[in-house]
């Protein structure tokens, strides 16, 4: 049995410093905020080359507070990829502002810069590309329209921890980054976690005063803010985690070259890396048409895999009431039906991968 990731390898592997860290939060007596959230803090930005980082309690809080610091609310619309996970979407709708989908690029799954100067109108505020899959999106061609005509930039992180665009981090390309440590991300906290980063310190500022009611002194409160704050115990073991994010993304880049190799002449459609990328490879996603009946064949040889994501959120009931046309956003309806991503991890090892390879060969080729 080839699992699709195994979540307990990391912490079996760092099992002795992840249990002094906890024990390190459990005698200090400091539960919320306070000398373990500063010091990830400060370590996280460092190592995304951005000048602040501001813990927050999980992605999605990420991405609506960092909306929220650059203004975006009601009557106001933000640019999201058409293929994104639905946190991408939720985060503008709550702020009450529209998320106006655009499709990708065909061979990057990334957000796709000639479509986007059609998509702007006078009430665009954002433009937010998502690192899908942790490939980085076309940050210098999305960078200059978004200069052109006025519009912050947020990235959607979530999947691309330690991914590099022309080589510098993703973590201060755009306006401000929001970052998910949901267990299965590159990065991942024991439970629900997320930061922002950004180069702006009047962003990180503000995100700091939602985050905690909207206060910055204790009881005196200066808008009506959020409770949102990552716990210093999850901050304490992403310290321990961060240390080994380079050696598990290299390991993980290192599979996907394995998988590139060893599925690059059968029927499969694999990922593409631009010359300027360096992705974190948070999944490998291929396509075929015959999407569902591959997945079953991997099952039943005992190779886990699963879809980002079978529904695509203009599909979705949660935005049923935007009435998008049936034939709205094809690309991103297509992918829906025919992407599967397969095993990747840290912990997985060459032997597993060429296991996937045989049997995806077996599953996809006549015998
Ligand atoms: C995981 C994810 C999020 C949401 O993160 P949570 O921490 O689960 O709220 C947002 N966007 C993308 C692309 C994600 O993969």
């Given at each position: ?20 860290a ?15 959230l500063?010091?990830?803090e ?32 009601p ?33 990057t799954y ?73 267990p299965?991300?590159?990065l ?45 115990i ?134």
């Amino acid at each position: 049995m080839i699992p699709f990731l195994d979540l307990k390898a990391p912490h079996v592997e760092l099992r002795e410093e992840i249990a002094e860290a906890i024990e390190r939060v459990v005698s200090s007596g400091w539960y919320i905020m306070g000398p373990e959230l500063d010091a990830f803090e400060a370590e996280y930005a460092a190592y995304c080359e951005a000048a602040h980082c501001v813990g927050l309690a999980n992605g999605l809080d990420a991405l609506h507070l960092a909306l929220l610091a650059m203004d975006v609310g009601p009557g106001d619309e933000v640019i999201v990829p058409s293929n994104t996970y639905i946190a991408t979407w939720l985060a503008v709708s709550q702020c009450g502002a529209t998320p106006v989908p655009v499709e990708p690029l065909e061979a990057t799954y990334n957000l796709d810069p000639a479509l986007i100067e059609a998509a702007i109108t006078p009430r665009t505020k954002v433009i937010l590309p998502v690192h899908l899959y942790g490939q980085p999106a076309d940050m210098d061609s999305v960078l200059a329209i978004a200069r052109k005509h006025g519009l912050r930039v947020l990235e959607d992180g979530a999947q691309a921890h330690g991914a590099r665009y022309k080589g510098r981090r993703i973590g201060a390309h755009g306006d401000v980054v929001a970052w998910s440590f949901y267990p299965g991300k590159n990065l991942g906290a024991l439970g629900d976690g997320g930061a922002i980063t950004t180069a702006d310190p009047d962003i990180a500022d503000r995100i700091r005063v939602l985050r905690n009611y909207g206060s910055r002194v204790k009881y005196v409160n200066e808008v009506q803010g959020y409770n949102s704050r990552l716990d210093p115990i999850h901050a304490a073991v992403l310290r321990v985690k961060l240390k080994h994010l380079d050696a598990w993304n290299a390991r993980r880049s290192a599979l996907a070259r394995q998988y590139l190799d060893g599925l690059k002449d059968s029927r499969l459609i694999l990922p593409q890396v631009p010359k300027w990328a360096e992705p974190a490879w948070h999944l490998f996603v291929v396509r075929h048409p015959q999407r569902d009946a591959l997945q079953q064949r991997l099952a039943d040889t005992g190779v886990g895999s699963l879809i980002h994501y079978p529904i695509p959120p203009h599909k979705q009931d949660a935005y049923a009431a935007t009435n998008f046309a049936d034939e709205a956003f094809p690309l991103a309806t297509r992918m829906a039906d025919e992407v599967l991503s397969l095993p990747i991890g840290p912990h997985q090892t060459t032997e597993q991968a060429e296991a996937v390879i045989a049997a995806i060969r077996g599953a996809v080729e006549p015998a």
